[in-house]
């Protein structure tokens, strides 16, 4: 009789432990590598997965790989929440790949210029801006770069560094240098006319890479870049004397941004995880380990923390928006124009 019952209750616990295991969902989500996935996978993901009875699994790749990886699955997804740069995210939703963001998650606790669409959401800001090695800045006796005009100063002749426009913030530049001479994302040619003729003879190389970037200030090769603030952040707390600094037509905003994929399996799961991105402390865990602005108006962060970020309704709102939707129709042509005229 004894041994009747032990087997019985083995078998009670056998079957509590698969419905445990069955109630628990898997949310597969697709994000960057890198010191992203680490940030993730300590700071961000194990608090929620404990909310939430979720396991979470984390797919890395950079925003071209994720978006290729939503084209090639079309109809059978394997991610349920796809975090991009805002560029490849305006894609991504043009595709028909975001699912509808619910009511509560983009709150008016979310500032507007983060607010992507009715599908997608910006959950951290780095403005493209200057990056410049402060030691040598002083010892030239020279100030901060202050304009987009200064990537044409012959002071800074080969030691400037910009990008490709393959890269984000090379793209950044030919447009800003579009709209200050008399162009834009519509009439991208006065853009490529200033590149080519009066930034180009500056540039040491068209650096795509961040951590090459990174080995260039280091090494003295180069004193200025066009580049994140994040990126600046990092480099700096290497100690390496970087600093930001936002030209007065404003610096660019680069969102990270999230959505909901179309046809999950835990469509409850994705709005939720998105919406616990969204929330102030983990904005700040984002704000300090990985130097993204908070798009949570109510986050709040040291000053040290908060000054070298695009941080607070001051920053925020001289940031400037690029029109995603003509840029990703050209970005190809652009690329190979890119090529020929201006890396040639």
Same mark, same amino acid.
């Given at each position: 009789?004894?041994?009747?019952?032990?087997?019985?209750?083995?078998?009670?616990?056998?079957?509590?432990?698969?419905?445990?295991?069955? &109630?628990?969902?898997?949310?597969?989500? *697709?994000?960057?590598?890198?010191?992203?996935?680490?940030? @993730?996978?300590?700071?961000?993901?194990?608090?929620?997965?404990?909310?939430?009875?979720?396991?979470?699994?984390?797919?890395?790749?950079?925003?071209?790989?994720?978006?290729?990886?939503?084209?090639?699955?079309?109809? =059978?997804?394997?991610?349920?929440?796809?975090? /991009?740069?805002?560029?490849? @995210?305006? &894609?991504?939703?043009?595709?028909?790949? $975001?699912?509808?963001?619910?009511? #509560?998650?983009?709150?008016?606790?979310?500032?507007? /210029?983060?607010?992507?669409?009715?599908?997608?959401?910006?959950?951290?800001?780095?403005?493209?801006?200057?990056?410049? =090695?402060?030691?040598?800045?002083?010892?030239?006796?020279?100030?901060?770069?202050?304009?987009?005009?200064?990537?044409?100063?012959?002071?800074?002749?080969?030691?400037?560094?910009?990008?490709?426009?393959?890269?984000?913030? *090379?793209?950044?530049?030919?447009?800003? @240098?579009?709209?200050? =001479?008399?162009?834009?994302?519509?009439?991208?040619?006065?853009?490529?006319?200033?590149?080519?003729?009066?930034?180009?003879?500056?540039?040491?190389?068209?650096?795509?890479?961040? !951590?090459?970037?990174?080995?260039?200030?280091?090494?003295?090769?180069?004193?200025?870049?066009?580049?994140?603030?994040?990126?600046?952040?990092?480099?700096?707390?290497? !100690?390496?004397?970087?600093?930001?600094?936002?030209?007065?037509?404003?610096?660019?905003?680069? @969102?990270?941004?999230? $959505?909901?994929?179309?046809?999950?399996?835990?469509?409850?799961?994705?709005?939720?995880?998105?919406?616990?991105?969204?929330?102030?402390?983990? &904005?700040?865990?984002?704000?300090?380990?990985?130097?993204? !602005?908070?798009?949570?108006?109510?986050?709040?962060?040291?000053?040290?923390?908060?000054?070298?970020?695009?941080?607070?309704?001051?920053?925020?709102?001289? /940031?400037?928006?690029?029109?995603? #939707?003509?840029?990703?129709?050209?970005?190809?042509?652009?690329?190979?124009?890119?090529?020929?005229?201006?890396?040639?």
């Amino acid at each position: 009789m004894k041994k009747h019952l032990a087997m019985l209750a083995a078998a009670s616990s056998l079957f509590a432990a698969v419905g445990a295991q069955a &109630q628990t969902k898997t949310l597969t989500v *697709g994000g960057y590598g890198g010191s992203f996935e680490t940030l @993730m996978k300590e700071l961000v993901i194990p608090e929620f997965e404990k909310t939430h009875d979720v396991k979470i699994q984390f797919v890395s790749g950079n925003s071209t790989e994720n978006l290729a990886r939503l084209q090639a699955q079309k109809g =059978n997804q394997e991610l349920d929440v796809v975090i /991009l740069d805002d560029g490849p @995210m305006y &894609q991504a939703d043009a595709l028909g790949f $975001c699912a509808p963001l619910d009511k #509560d998650v983009a709150t008016d606790d979310i500032y507007d /210029l983060a607010k992507i669409g009715p599908d997608s959401v910006g959950i951290g800001f780095v403005a493209t801006g200057f990056t410049y =090695n402060a030691d040598w800045f002083k010892e030239k006796g020279w100030e901060p770069p202050q304009s987009w005009k200064d990537l044409e100063d012959p002071k800074y002749s080969q030691i400037l560094s910009i990008p490709p426009i393959s890269n984000t913030y *090379g793209l950044h530049a030919l447009v800003m @240098m579009a709209r200050l =001479n008399g162009g834009g994302e519509k009439d991208i040619d006065p853009g490529f006319k200033a590149m080519a003729d009066d930034v180009a003879p500056n540039v040491l190389v068209f650096e795509p890479s961040s !951590g090459k970037m990174s080995e260039l200030f280091q090494s003295k090769e180069i004193a200025l870049s066009i580049w994140g603030s994040g990126r600046t952040k990092s480099l700096a707390d290497t !100690g390496f004397p970087a600093k930001f600094a936002y030209p007065k037509e404003g610096a660019v905003a680069l @969102m990270i941004a999230a $959505c909901p994929v179309v046809d999950s399996d835990a469509p409850e799961a994705a709005q939720q995880f998105i919406k616990y991105l969204l929330d102030p402390a983990v &904005q700040a865990k984002v704000a300090d380990a990985m130097g993204s !602005g908070p798009v949570n108006k109510k986050t709040e962060l040291p000053d040290d923390l908060a000054a070298s970020l695009p941080y607070g309704p001051e920053k925020i709102s001289k /940031l400037v928006k690029v029109d995603w #939707d003509v840029i990703n129709q050209h970005r190809e042509e652009w690329t190979q124009r890119w090529a020929r005229e201006v890396e040639r």
